[in-house]
C-alpha cells in the first residue's frame, strides 16, 4: 500500500502541484521503501555465541570456589548462619557484622550454587539452608518486610528502622529462585559427576597456592581419570572416596605445609569435601 500511495502522490503533485515535488520527495522516498525498511529491521539477528576456552573453563570455576569460600568462612553460628555485609583484609582484618535482606537471599543461593558446583552435599544444603530460614523466622519484621539492616549477632534492626522496596524485591526474588532449585534436589543421585568436578576445583586452587606442584597435578589428573569409572554403585563410591582420602592424606604428610599459609587451608578444604561426601553417603 506505501508504495502504491507514494508513486500517486508523485504523480499528482508532477501534474497539478510541481513545485511541492521537492518537498515532497524525502518523504515520498521513505514511504517507497517502507516495506523495505520494515522486511530489513524484522529479520532475525544473527546470535554471536562467544567460545569459552578449557582454560576459561578452570579459571571460571576457580574463581566461583573462591567466592564460595568467603560464604563458607563468614556465615557461622556467632552471626547466626547470616552472611556479614562486607569482609576487610586491610589496613586492619575487620568483619561487618550488620547483614540486609539483599544479602540474605543472596546467601541462600549462594548455597543452591554451591550445591549444583559440587562443592557442598544435598546434607549441607538442607543445615546451612534451614539454619538460615530458623533465624530470619526469629528476626523482627513489620508487616511481613524485613527491615533493612540488622546486627547479625544480636539480629536487633539497625536505627533508624526502615522497609526498602529494592531489598524486599530483591528477597522476593531470591525465595522463589531458592524454592524452585530445592524441588529439583530429590531428583539428584545422592552423588554425581558434579562432586568431583567440585573437588578438582578445590585442588586447582590449592595447586595455585602450593610451591610443590608436581604430586597434587598427579592427584588431581588421576581423581578426573578415574572417577567416572567408579561412580556405578554408593558402595563402589564411597570405597573410591576412602582411597583418594588416604591418598591425599599421605601427599599432604609428604608435602608439611605450614599452618594457616593459604596452601594448608585450601588443603584442608580438599580434605573437608571428601569428608562431607562419605557423610552424605552414610546419612542417606
Same mark, same amino acid.
Given at each position: ?6 508513486? &500517486? ?17 524525502? #518523504?515520498? %522516498?521513505?514511504? !517507497? ?8 529491521? $524484522?529479520?532475525?539477528?544473527?546470535? @554471536? ?5 578449557? *582454560?576459561?573453563? @578452570?579459571?571460571?570455576? !576457580?574463581?566461583?570456589? *573462591? ?34 535482606? +539483599?544479602?540474605?537471599?543472596? %546467601? ?27 533465624? !530470619?523466622?526469629? !528476626? ?18 539497625? #536505627?533508624?528502622?526502615?522497609? $526498602? ?11 522463589? +529462585?531458592?524454592?524452585?532449585? &530445592? ?10 559427576? *558434579? ?5 578438582? /576445583? ?7 597456592? %602450593?610451591?610443590?606442584?608436581? &604430586? &597434587?597435578?598427579?592427584?588431581? /589428573?588421576?581423581? *578426573? ?21 588416604? $591418598? ?12 594457616? /599459609? /593459604? ?19 552414610? $546419612?542417606?
Amino acid at each position: 500500500f506505501e508504495p502504491l500511495l507514494a508513486i &500517486l502522490v508523485y504523480g499528482y503533485l508532477t501534474f497539478y502541484d510541481p513545485d511541492a515535488v521537492l518537498f515532497a520527495l524525502p #518523504f515520498l %522516498s521513505f514511504w !517507497m521503501a517502507g516495506p523495505l525498511i520494515a522486511y530489513a529491521v $524484522s529479520r532475525p539477528v544473527p546470535v @554471536v555465541k562467544t567460545h569459552v576456552s578449557q *582454560k576459561q573453563t @578452570v579459571y571460571l570455576r !576457580m574463581l566461583a570456589r *573462591k567466592i564460595w569460600g568467603f560464604f563458607e568462612r563468614f556465615i557461622t553460628e556467632e552471626d547466626n548462619w547470616l552472611p556479614p555485609d562486607n569482609y576487610q583484609e586491610a589496613p586492619v582484618e575487620r568483619i561487618a557484622h550488620r547483614t540486609s535482606p +539483599t544479602n540474605i537471599g543472596l %546467601s541462600l543461593l549462594s548455597g543452591l550454587t554451591a550445591y549444583d558446583f559440587g562443592y557442598i552435599t544435598a546434607l549441607q544444603l538442607i543445615t546451612r539452608t534451614s539454619n538460615t530460614i530458623n533465624t !530470619m523466622q526469629r !528476626m523482627e519484621r513489620y508487616r511481613g518486610h524485613l527491615y533493612n539492616w540488622y546486627d547479625t549477632v544480636s539480629l536487633t534492626p539497625l #536505627f533508624p528502622k526502615y522497609i $526498602s522496596t529494592v531489598d524486599s524485591g530483591n528477597m522476593a526474588g531470591h525465595l522463589i +529462585t531458592l524454592k524452585q532449585g &530445592l524441588t529439583a534436589v530429590p531428583e539428584d543421585k545422592i552423588i554425581n559427576n *558434579k562432586f568431583f568436578e567440585g573437588l578438582c /576445583d578445590t585442588i586447582n586452587i590449592l595447586i595455585e597456592y %602450593s610451591k610443590e606442584k608436581e &604430586l &597434587l597435578i598427579q592427584f588431581r /589428573d588421576d581423581v *578426573k581419570k578415574n572417577y567416572p569409572d567408579k561412580i556405578n554403585t554408593l558402595a563402589e563410591i564411597n570405597e573410591y572416596l576412602d582411597l583418594i582420602g588416604t $591418598s591425599f592424606s599421605n601427599i599432604i604428610r609428604e608435602l608439611d605445609f605450614i599452618p594457616d /599459609d /593459604d596452601d594448608d587451608i585450601w588443603a584442608e578444604k580438599v580434605t573437608q569435601q571428601i569428608t562431607e561426601q562419605q557423610k552424605n553417603i552414610h $546419612s542417606f
